[in-house]
């Protein structure tokens, strides 16, 4: 595997080293144009589910085990089939050329290099050729219903034909939410980064402004299908010979329908927060829909994880594999190739020190016993002292 990643990024300024993904998050927030920052940043309505998200991983502590021996712990695992070097992926996420000018091509260098999946967007600025040629991993497309079913037949074939692994239909959107700062921001797609993968025709309407709206909300209502249903599933199964995840499942119900249905995986998901405003965090869904796919195939999950022991947690919790979204573009921002390469490394070896360090030396050695409930900080009332004093 390339090393992409033993230097700082190429631009990176003097002391201005991310050493964690809550630092490439501060260094991205000052090197993006504010409505490109919203955009990435924001979520829908309240934004409660953006902040809810990180919250489970708070309500759960390690349980460190000690003298076993490990001192050094192995990450890789396979996902369908295909061996990565660590359980965390890059979620699908539109338009890497906002975040730096090689896009999805300098996210698939990175992710090749470090021998991590990439999940590319159906609104993707680099075609899929592009990316499949830069590519040394795993490659899945991701792909909304749109209103024409010509596009995802033609999308699924040029996926296999360029070698994806899978796609991913994305099931929890059969509307765009509303988010505030996009609104606000009159946001569009600027005219320079473009889902080169689609007709022009078909993308006019996000890169044109109006006043008090998303373009891209609008973009969604005017392209989207207008109604989602399990028949999309069986339509999309019936057009390629590529397995097809289901991303944006939250529930035990719709696990065994997806898996009913024919799914080759779920993807838990509540879009990063960026959907159903309130919806349940994703680590909150994550063991009943574990439970509930019961071995038929695996269950990713995303939103909110932001250091190796949260992957380490979300695995305890019955995932077998995480995928990370806005990281990867702070990545980006700060570094192009080498930066995004620096998020799943940072990842990785965060990952490897919490499982050592929880006497884990694979990841088939990892399970619920891992975790204990966190206690509440403060006792709700004084302990009685029952001795003199
Ligand atoms: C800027 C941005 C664009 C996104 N675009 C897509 C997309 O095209 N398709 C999709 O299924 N999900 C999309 N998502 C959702 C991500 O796949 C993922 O569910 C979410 O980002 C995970 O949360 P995290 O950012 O906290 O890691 C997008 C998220 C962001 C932040």
Known sequence: MTALVDTPPADTRPGERPLSLPEHEELA????DPRVWDFIAGGSRTESTVTANQAPLDHWWLRPRVLTGVSTADTSTTLLGD???LPVGIAPVAYHRLAHPDGEVATARAAGAEGALLTVSI?????LEEIAAAATGPLWLQLYAMRDPAVLRDLAQRAE???YRALVLTVDAPRIARRLRDARNDFR??????????DPALMTTSHTAVAGASAVERHAAQQFAPRLDWDQLARLRARTRLPVLLKGVLTEEDTRLAFDHGA????????????LDGAVPSLVALPAVARAAAGRGPVLVDGGIRHGADVLKALAL????VLVGRPALWGLANGGSTGVAQVLRLLREELEEAMVLTGRADLPAVDASLLTPAAPTRPTSTPQRSWPC
């Open 83 to 85: 061996p990565v070097r």
């Open 264 to 275: 080759a995986g779920v993807v838990v998901s509540n879009h990063g927060g960026r959907q």
């Open 29 to 32: 927030a000052t090197r993006l």
């Open 161 to 163: 034909d360029a070698g």
């Open 318 to 321: 019955g995932a077998d594999a």
């Open 189 to 198: 797609i600027p005219p320079d980064v473009r889902a080169v993968n689609l």
């Open 123 to 127: 609104f993707a600025s680099r075609t």
